[in-house]
C-alpha cells in the first residue's frame, strides 16, 4: 500500500462511506486536531512519569484512534464496522483523577502552565484537547456525533489537567500558582 495517493492534490479527502469533502471541512478538523491530541500524549508518555500513569496514556490513544475513526466516518455513507466508546472510558478517566487527586493538595488558585517539560505537555495536551472537544461539539451541531465522543474529550481535558499537578507533584515541582494584580 502506497502512502500517497494523490487524491487529496485539489483540496479534498475522502470520509470512511466515501463522501468526498474540502480538507477544511470540521469534520476533517475534527479528526485531525485528535490525531494532534494522540501525538502530544505520546510526547507526555514519552517522559520520566509512573509506569500507571504510561499505562492510562497508552489506552487513551487506543480511544483517541476510536473517536477518530467514528470522527472519520461519514454518518449517512458508512458501512464500515469501527470500534465504540464505552462508558467504562469514561469512567475510567474519572477514576484514574480520583486517584490523583488523594494525594494532591487542594487545588486553591489557578495554575499556570510549566515548571516541567512534563508538566508544560501535559497542559499543552490539554489545550489541544480542549480545542478537540470545542470542534467537536460545533461538527455535532451540523451532524450526528456520538455524545460520548464529546464526554469523553471533556473528561479527558480535566484528566490532563490532573496528571500535570500529579507529575509536578511526584518530582516535587511546585505549581505555579496564578496570584492576580489587584
Not at 475534527?30 to 517522559?47: F, P, Q, R
Not at 515548571?115 to 489541544?128: D, E, M
Not at 470542534?135 to 451540523?142: D, K, S
Amino acid at each position: 500500500m502506497k502512502i500517497y495517493t494523490k487524491t487529496g492534490d485539489k483540496g479534498f479527502t475522502s470520509l470512511i462511506g466515501g463522501t468526498r469533502v474540502a480538507k477544511h471541512h470540521i469534520r476533517i478538523e475534527s479528526y485531525g486536531t485528535v490525531d494532534e491530541l494522540n501525538s502530544y500524549i505520546g510526547l507526555v508518555s514519552d517522559h520520566d512519569i509512573a509506569a500507571r500513569h504510561k499505562e492510562i496514556l497508552k489506552q487513551v490513544q487506543d480511544r483517541l484512534f476510536t473517536i477518530g475513526s467514528s470522527l472519520a466516518s461519514d454518518p449517512e455513507k458508512s458501512k464500515m464496522i469501527i470500534p465504540d466508546l464505552h462508558m467504562a472510558d469514561i469512567e475510567l478517566l474519572e477514576k484514574e483523577m480520583d486517584l490523583m487527586n488523594e494525594q494532591l493538595p487542594e487545588l486553591k488558585h489557578f495554575i499556570l502552565p510549566g515548571g516541567s517539560n512534563a508538566v508544560s505537555f501535559c497542559h499543552i495536551a490539554r489545550c489541544v484537547c480542549r480545542r478537540a472537544e470545542r470542534l467537536t461539539v460545533h461538527l455535532a451541531e451540523e451532524s450526528t456525533v456520538d455524545e460520548k465522543v464529546t464526554i469523553y474529550l471533556n473528561r479527558l481535558s480535566d484528566y490532563l489537567f490532573t496528571l500535570a499537578r500529579k507529575v509536578g507533584h511526584d518530582h516535587n515541582i511546585p505549581e505555579n500558582q496564578w496570584i492576580p494584580r489587584i
